[in-house]
Structures are given as structure tokens and as C-alpha cells.
């Protein structure tokens, strides 16, 4: 048996391997914690124009209905402080949330097109991300469940004052640990569900296949990314604070730097969270399946 390449091309096993890419964005062999890390952002920045112009529009459009809803609330209220409030958060909550299903959709199917040697363009991802969003739109929902289930606890506490926070702080870090434990084991489902076309459920019991004893080594590496994206927001978060020195603390050029913010944030996260599962999904696949595995095609004539 030959050993792997690095730059093989992202195809199974027994398949002819002239046909593979000569020189892969993401080396398709089994991956080592650091490059579970590294790679995604490789991955992102090979279609950085496509995922950035499917985004756009999305951000754009979002923070547009944002907005009016702010407005409309405010317009109801009377200008109440707390209904405009209110407003924000779940608005930006809720259009936050569906962005980054889209996100998602097209970032998955454009970083497995690139790794496959045959990249698409943003129609072709738009186009796959509405054939898959019912399953993308389940699987979705099973992790939101999944998060609100666990982080809940810590926070019913937090409106009863010094106590209530001091709860939060003890128990928020083992309810984030618990949280990464649970969504480890089926991180990998939105690769399955394009590269296999399955359908929801199928891709939740397949990448729990996949990752199996590797729970814990998924865990870390997602623990490890989300401490990653607090340091490269920082400097977005610092640059939104120093726009509204200059705006002033007037409501509405706030809430509209402060939403946009959010969703920035948010979609610029789930773009480098999902290349980040196509790179999981393709370790996965080396290490469970023996995908980076090379057989040598023999003419007809020899044996």
C-alpha cells in the first residue's frame, strides 16, 4: 500500500488517481490538532470572493430588516427604551441566525468543490444551498436546541442580582464545556449533507459515526476555535467603539452600527466555522474511511 500524499485531491479510495487535483488547498490525509486549526482559514481565503459576494447582499438585507422591525417597534412604543431594546436584540438574534444558515450553505459547498479540484462560482453555491436548506434547516435547529438547553441554566440566575452573576461566572464555563462536548459529535453534519446528499437525519447519525472516539479531540479543537475568534474580533469590536465616538450616543446611528456589528461578526465566524467542518469532514472521512488512500491503476494486460 502506497502512503498518502499531501497534495492528493479530495477523491475515495479506488478511484484512479490521475484524475485527482496535483495540487489540493487542503492536504487530504489525516490532520494534526494544529492543522485542524489552520487549514479551515486556507480553505476560506481560496473562495474568499465568492463566500465575501454571497455575504454582502446578505448582510446588507439583514441589516435592512433590522432596522425597520427596530423602527417599527419604536413606532408603537412610543419611543419606549426598553421596546426599542427588545426589539434590537431579538431582531438581530433572529436575522443573525438566519444568515448564518445560509452561510453555511454556501460555504460548505464551495470549500468542498475547491478541495474536490472542481471550484464553483457563487450561483452554482446559491444554487446548491436552496437544494439543501430544508436538511441544513433541520440540522440547525437540532444544535440551537442543543445550545439553548445547556446554556439556559447559567443564565436564569442573572436578574437576581450579585448571586445571580456570581452563579454564572461558576457555572457558565462547565455549561460552554458541556455545550462543546454535545455539538462535537455531529459538527461534520452539513459536509455530509452535500458531499452525500443525505437527508437530516441521516447526516446526524453519520457524523456521529464519523467522529466516534474522537469526541474529545473535536471538543478541543472547537473550544480552541471559539477562543480564536475572540481575538480576531477584537479588533471589529474596537473599531465600532471608536465610530460611535464619532457618531455620538444618538439612538439610531448606535443601533445601526451596533446590529451591523453583530451580524458582521456573525457571518465572518460561520463562514470560518464551516470551513472549518469541511476540513473535520474530510479528516474524518481519511481517518474512518481511508480516503487519502491511493491504489495504482494496472493496464488490462498485467497483472
Do not use: N
Not at 111 to 124: C, F
Not at 162 to 187: E, K, Q, S
Amino acid at each position: 500500500m502506497q502512503p498518502a500524499a499531501p497534495t492528493a485531491g479530495s477523491v475515495g479510495a479506488g478511484v484512479d488517481p490521475e484524475r485527482r487535483a496535483r495540487k489540493a488547498t487542503v492536504p487530504i490525509r489525516p490532520l494534526s490538532f494544529r492543522e485542524l486549526l489552520d487549514e479551515p482559514f486556507a480553505l476560506m481565503q481560496a473562495d474568499i470572493r465568492v463566500t465575501a459576494g454571497c455575504a454582502a447582499p446578505l448582510l446588507v438585507a439583514g441589516g435592512s430588516v433590522v432596522a425597520a422591525f427596530i423602527g417599527l417597534v419604536s413606532h408603537l412604543t412610543d419611543g419606549s427604551d426598553d421596546g426599542t431594546a427588545l426589539a434590537a436584540v431579538c431582531a438581530t438574534l433572529v436575522v443573525a441566525w438566519v444568515i448564518r444558515i445560509v452561510l453555511r450553505g454556501v460555504t460548505v459547498a464551495t470549500g468542498l468543490a475547491r478541495v474536490g479540484g472542481a471550484p464553483i462560482g457563487a450561483r452554482a453555491a446559491w444554487w446548491q444551498t436552496g437544494q439543501r436548506l430544508r436538511p441544513l434547516l433541520l440540522t440547525q435547529l437540532s444544535f440551537t436546541a442543543i445550545g439553548l438547553a445547556v446554556l439556559a441554566p447559567s443564565m436564569l440566575l442573572l436578574p437576581f442580582g450579585f448571586l445571580g452573576i456570581v452563579w454564572f461566572l461558576l457555572a457558565y464555563p462547565f455549561c460552554w464545556f458541556g455545550l462543546a462536548w454535545l455539538r462535537a459529535r455531529h459538527l461534520v453534519a452539513a459536509p455530509v449533507l452535500f458531499a452525500e446528499q443525505s437527508t437530516a437525519r441521516a447526516a446526524l447519525a453519520r457524523a456521529g459515526l464519523l467522529t466516534g472516539t474522537l469526541r474529545m479531540q473535536r471538543t478541543g479543537v472547537w473550544i480552541c476555535r471559539q477562543l480564536v475568534y475572540s481575538v480576531l474580533t477584537a479588533p471589529l469590536l474596537g473599531f465600532a467603539l471608536f465610530v460611535s465616538d464619532i457618531s455620538g450616543t444618538h439612538r439610531w446611528p448606535f443601533l445601526v452600527l451596533l446590529t451591523g456589528t453583530v451580524l458582521l461578526l456573525a457571518a465572518f465566524t460561520e463562514i470560518v466555522e464551516s470551513s472549518a467542518r469541511v476540513v473535520g469532514y474530510l479528516d474524518l472521512r481519511c481517518r474512518r474511511e481511508g480516503m487519502d488512500i491511493r491504489i495504482p491503476v494496472t493496464s488490462r494486460g498485467h497483472r
